[in-house]
Protein backbone atom coordinates (compact mmCIF):
# COMPACT_ATOMS: atom_id res chain seq x y z
CA UNK A 1 0.00 0.00 0.00
CA UNK A 2 1.54 3.60 -1.13
CA UNK A 3 2.66 5.77 1.88
CA UNK A 4 -0.59 8.57 2.51
CA UNK A 5 1.08 12.15 1.65
CA UNK A 6 1.51 13.74 4.73
CA UNK A 7 -0.08 16.28 3.71
CA UNK A 8 -3.88 15.23 2.92
CA UNK A 9 -6.43 16.31 5.14
CA UNK A 10 -4.91 18.70 7.60
CA UNK A 11 -4.87 21.79 9.05
CA UNK A 12 -1.84 23.02 8.24
CA UNK A 13 0.82 22.07 5.92
CA UNK A 14 3.99 20.37 6.48
CA UNK A 15 6.95 21.41 4.95
CA UNK A 16 11.20 19.98 5.85
CA UNK A 17 13.74 22.69 5.85
CA UNK A 18 17.31 22.06 5.99
CA UNK A 19 19.38 25.06 7.35
CA UNK A 20 22.89 23.11 7.88
CA UNK A 21 24.77 20.96 5.69
CA UNK A 22 25.56 18.31 8.46
CA UNK A 23 21.53 17.14 7.87
CA UNK A 24 21.17 17.82 3.98
CA UNK A 25 20.63 14.15 3.74
CA UNK A 26 18.48 13.26 6.76
CA UNK A 27 16.43 16.17 5.03
CA UNK A 28 16.23 14.43 2.12
CA UNK A 29 15.37 11.35 3.77
CA UNK A 30 12.60 12.82 6.03
CA UNK A 31 11.27 14.45 3.29
CA UNK A 32 10.91 11.31 1.50
CA UNK A 33 9.63 9.54 4.80
CA UNK A 34 6.72 11.96 4.85
CA UNK A 35 6.14 12.30 1.26
CA UNK A 36 6.47 16.34 2.03
CA UNK A 37 8.02 18.90 -0.18
CA UNK A 38 11.61 20.07 0.91
CA UNK A 39 12.09 24.03 0.90
CA UNK A 40 15.41 26.50 1.18
CA UNK A 41 13.91 28.84 3.26
CA UNK A 42 11.85 29.48 6.16
CA UNK A 43 10.07 32.34 4.33
CA UNK A 44 8.85 30.40 1.60
CA UNK A 45 5.66 29.01 3.16
CA UNK A 46 2.95 30.67 5.35
CA UNK A 47 3.49 31.53 8.34
CA UNK A 48 0.20 28.76 8.94
CA UNK A 49 2.00 26.49 7.45
CA UNK A 50 4.56 23.94 9.85
CA UNK A 51 8.25 23.26 8.82
CA UNK A 52 10.63 20.61 9.99
CA UNK A 53 13.72 22.65 10.14
CA UNK A 54 17.05 21.02 11.02
CA UNK A 55 19.95 24.09 11.68
CA UNK A 56 22.78 23.78 14.11
CA UNK A 57 20.25 23.03 16.80
CA UNK A 58 18.95 19.54 15.21
CA UNK A 59 15.50 19.28 14.29
CA UNK A 60 12.48 21.39 15.43
CA UNK A 61 9.17 21.96 14.73
CA UNK A 62 8.08 25.86 13.49
CA UNK A 63 5.21 27.28 12.84
CA UNK A 64 4.61 31.00 12.86
CA UNK A 65 6.93 32.91 16.05
CA UNK A 66 6.56 29.11 17.49
CA UNK A 67 9.44 26.27 17.65
CA UNK A 68 9.37 23.25 19.05
CA UNK A 69 12.21 20.61 19.89
CA UNK A 70 12.02 17.34 22.00
CA UNK A 71 15.31 17.89 24.49
CA UNK A 72 16.31 15.82 27.70
CA UNK A 73 18.56 19.19 28.77
CA UNK A 74 15.71 20.04 30.95
CA UNK A 75 15.43 16.63 32.50
CA UNK A 76 19.13 16.18 33.84
CA UNK A 77 18.35 17.37 37.14
CA UNK A 78 15.59 15.04 37.53
CA UNK A 79 17.26 11.96 36.20
CA UNK A 80 21.19 12.46 37.32
CA UNK A 81 22.93 11.81 40.40
CA UNK A 82 19.83 9.51 40.97
CA UNK A 83 17.77 12.08 40.97
CA UNK A 84 15.17 10.11 39.69
CA UNK A 85 14.27 8.25 42.47
CA UNK A 86 12.62 11.36 43.57
CA UNK A 87 10.19 10.97 40.82
CA UNK A 88 6.40 9.43 41.36
CA UNK A 89 6.53 7.65 38.06
CA UNK A 90 10.22 6.09 39.31
CA UNK A 91 8.17 4.43 42.12
CA UNK A 92 4.96 3.36 40.69
CA UNK A 93 7.22 1.67 38.32
CA UNK A 94 8.96 -0.79 40.70
CA UNK A 95 7.49 -3.96 40.44
CA UNK A 96 10.23 -6.17 42.96
CA UNK A 97 13.03 -5.42 45.30
CA UNK A 98 15.77 -6.44 43.36
CA UNK A 99 14.44 -7.01 40.13
CA UNK A 100 16.92 -6.33 36.88
CA UNK A 101 16.82 -7.04 33.44
CA UNK A 102 13.41 -5.39 33.19
CA UNK A 103 11.97 -4.60 29.65
CA UNK A 104 8.97 -1.83 30.00
CA UNK A 105 7.09 -0.31 26.57
CA UNK A 106 5.93 2.82 26.49
CA UNK A 107 2.90 2.43 24.45
CA UNK A 108 2.57 6.46 23.40
CA UNK A 109 5.82 7.56 23.89
CA UNK A 110 5.16 11.71 22.66
CA UNK A 111 8.59 13.15 23.92
CA UNK A 112 10.34 10.53 25.62
CA UNK A 113 11.06 12.40 28.75
CA UNK A 114 8.76 9.89 31.06
CA UNK A 115 10.52 6.59 29.39
CA UNK A 116 14.56 8.40 29.88
CA UNK A 117 12.92 8.36 34.05
CA UNK A 118 12.51 4.34 33.14
CA UNK A 119 15.27 3.71 31.70
CA UNK A 120 17.05 5.86 34.78
CA UNK A 121 15.43 3.04 36.58
CA UNK A 122 17.37 0.83 34.67
CA UNK A 123 14.29 -0.47 32.64
CA UNK A 124 15.30 -1.50 28.26
CA UNK A 125 13.01 0.97 27.22
CA UNK A 126 10.85 0.19 23.67
CA UNK A 127 9.40 3.61 22.78
CA UNK A 128 7.00 3.49 20.45
CA UNK A 129 5.17 6.68 18.81
CA UNK A 130 2.63 6.39 15.80
CA UNK A 131 2.98 10.14 15.01
CA UNK A 132 5.70 10.20 12.06
CA UNK A 133 6.51 14.23 12.61
CA UNK A 134 6.50 13.39 16.65
CA UNK A 135 8.41 10.22 16.09
CA UNK A 136 11.00 12.39 14.10
CA UNK A 137 11.19 15.29 16.78
CA UNK A 138 12.18 12.38 19.29
CA UNK A 139 14.53 10.35 16.98
CA UNK A 140 17.02 13.54 16.63
CA UNK A 141 16.44 14.05 20.74
CA UNK A 142 17.75 10.51 21.31
CA UNK A 143 20.46 11.15 18.76
CA UNK A 144 21.55 14.45 20.43
CA UNK A 145 20.88 13.01 23.95
CA UNK A 146 23.52 9.62 23.54
CA UNK A 147 26.73 13.12 23.71
CA UNK A 148 25.44 14.20 27.19
CA UNK A 149 27.65 12.53 29.49
CA UNK A 150 25.52 12.22 32.52
CA UNK A 151 22.72 10.86 30.82
CA UNK A 152 24.27 8.81 27.62
CA UNK A 153 24.15 5.30 30.02
CA UNK A 154 20.22 6.01 30.08
CA UNK A 155 19.75 6.94 26.20
CA UNK A 156 21.43 3.90 25.36
CA UNK A 157 18.35 1.72 26.80
CA UNK A 158 15.98 3.46 25.30
CA UNK A 159 15.00 2.40 22.03
CA UNK A 160 12.38 4.53 19.35
CA UNK A 161 10.03 2.58 16.85
CA UNK A 162 7.44 4.51 14.65
CA UNK A 163 4.43 2.51 14.71
CA UNK A 164 0.98 2.13 16.19
CA UNK A 165 1.94 0.30 19.73
CA UNK A 166 -1.84 -1.12 20.06
CA UNK A 167 -1.38 -3.35 17.11
CA UNK A 168 2.15 -4.15 18.31
CA UNK A 169 0.90 -5.51 21.58
CA UNK A 170 -1.96 -7.60 19.45
CA UNK A 171 0.47 -9.15 17.42
CA UNK A 172 2.95 -10.01 20.49
CA UNK A 173 -0.37 -11.38 22.67
CA UNK A 174 -1.17 -14.00 19.41
CA UNK A 175 2.64 -14.77 19.31
CA UNK A 176 2.61 -15.54 23.38
CA UNK A 177 -0.17 -17.93 22.95
CA UNK A 178 1.95 -20.37 20.28
CA UNK A 179 4.44 -21.98 23.26
CA UNK A 180 6.83 -23.01 20.49
CA UNK A 181 7.74 -19.02 19.85
CA UNK A 182 9.83 -16.91 21.91
CA UNK A 183 8.45 -13.22 22.01
CA UNK A 184 11.67 -10.80 21.58
CA UNK A 185 11.06 -7.68 23.47
CA UNK A 186 7.87 -8.68 25.73
CA UNK A 187 7.64 -6.08 28.36
CA UNK A 188 7.45 -6.39 32.27
CA UNK A 189 5.93 -3.19 32.29
CA UNK A 190 3.89 -1.46 29.70
CA UNK A 191 3.47 2.31 30.25
CA UNK A 192 0.57 4.49 28.91
CA UNK A 193 -0.38 7.98 28.84
CA UNK A 194 -2.20 10.10 25.93
CA UNK A 195 0.03 12.88 25.97
CA UNK A 196 -1.72 15.79 24.14
CA UNK A 197 -4.56 16.92 25.43
CA UNK A 198 -7.84 17.35 23.24
CA UNK A 199 -8.32 20.47 20.59
CA UNK A 200 -9.12 23.60 22.69
CA UNK A 201 -8.89 27.18 22.61
CA UNK A 202 -4.75 27.96 21.74
CA UNK A 203 -5.22 30.39 24.97
CA UNK A 204 -5.86 27.77 27.02
CA UNK A 205 -3.10 25.15 26.25
CA UNK A 206 0.70 25.63 26.25
CA UNK A 207 2.64 27.24 23.42
CA UNK A 208 3.98 24.05 22.16
CA UNK A 209 1.06 22.44 22.35
CA UNK A 210 -0.31 24.63 19.30
CA UNK A 211 1.81 23.55 17.01
CA UNK A 212 0.51 19.75 17.93
CA UNK A 213 -2.82 20.63 17.16
CA UNK A 214 -2.16 21.89 13.86
CA UNK A 215 -0.95 18.08 12.96
CA UNK A 216 -3.96 15.51 11.87
CA UNK A 217 -2.84 13.70 15.29
CA UNK A 218 -3.75 9.70 14.92
CA UNK A 219 -7.02 8.89 16.66
CA UNK A 220 -6.54 7.17 20.51
CA UNK A 221 -9.12 5.09 21.66
CA UNK A 222 -8.09 4.80 25.36
CA UNK A 223 -10.26 1.35 25.47
CA UNK A 224 -8.67 -0.38 22.74
CA UNK A 225 -5.56 0.35 24.39
CA UNK A 226 -5.99 -1.07 27.57
CA UNK A 227 -7.47 -3.62 26.24
CA UNK A 228 -4.25 -4.31 24.36
CA UNK A 229 -2.08 -3.78 27.17
CA UNK A 230 -4.22 -6.38 29.30
CA UNK A 231 -4.20 -8.83 26.50
CA UNK A 232 -0.15 -8.95 27.21
CA UNK A 233 -0.88 -9.50 30.88
CA UNK A 234 2.43 -7.99 31.82
CA UNK A 235 3.74 -7.63 35.51
CA UNK A 236 2.30 -4.29 35.53
CA UNK A 237 -0.12 -1.87 33.98
CA UNK A 238 1.16 1.86 34.46
CA UNK A 239 -1.40 4.74 33.18
CA UNK A 240 -0.96 8.70 33.60
CA UNK A 241 -4.13 10.53 34.50
CA UNK A 242 -4.71 13.76 35.26
CA UNK A 243 -6.07 14.01 39.08
CA UNK A 244 -9.36 14.58 38.11
CA UNK A 245 -9.59 13.25 35.18
CA UNK A 246 -11.70 9.74 34.06
CA UNK A 247 -10.05 6.47 34.26
CA UNK A 248 -8.85 5.55 30.63
CA UNK A 249 -10.67 3.18 29.08
CA UNK A 250 -13.44 3.17 32.16
CA UNK A 251 -11.25 0.77 33.54
CA UNK A 252 -11.16 0.62 37.63
CA UNK A 253 -7.65 -0.21 38.47
CA UNK A 254 -6.37 -1.94 41.63
CA UNK A 255 -4.80 0.96 43.15
CA UNK A 256 -2.99 4.00 42.23
CA UNK A 257 -0.05 6.35 43.10
CA UNK A 258 -1.40 10.13 43.66
CA UNK A 259 0.77 13.37 42.86
CA UNK A 260 -0.51 16.87 43.31
CA UNK A 261 -1.77 17.27 39.75
CA UNK A 262 -1.46 13.59 38.22
CA UNK A 263 -1.84 10.02 39.46
CA UNK A 264 -0.61 6.25 37.93
CA UNK A 265 -3.19 4.07 37.55
CA UNK A 266 -1.98 0.66 38.07
CA UNK A 267 -3.11 -2.92 36.80
CA UNK A 268 -0.93 -5.85 37.96
CA UNK A 269 -0.27 -9.02 36.67
CA UNK A 270 -3.48 -12.00 36.72
Same mark, same amino acid.
Given at each position: ????????????????????????? %?????????????? &?????????????????? =??????????????????????????????????????? #? =???????? %???????????????? =?? #???????????????????? &?? &????????????????????? #????????????????????????????????????????????????????????? #??????????????????????????? &????????????????????
Amino acid at each position: MAKKDFNENVEAKLYVCVDHKRYKQ %DGEQLANHLKVEQI &RKLEEVSKNDLVLLYDKE =GLSLVGGKLRLQADFNNMLPRVKDDMWQHELIARAAKIK #E =GESNLKAM %DATAGFGEDSLILAAA =GY #EVMLYEKDPVIAALLKDCLI &RA &RKIPEIKDMVMRMKLVEGDSI #EAMLNMAELKKDETKVVADMPDLIYLDPMFPERQKSSKIKKKFQLIQKLERPCFNGE #EMVNAALSLNPKKILIKRPMKAETLGD &RTPEFSYKGTSIRYDCFMQK
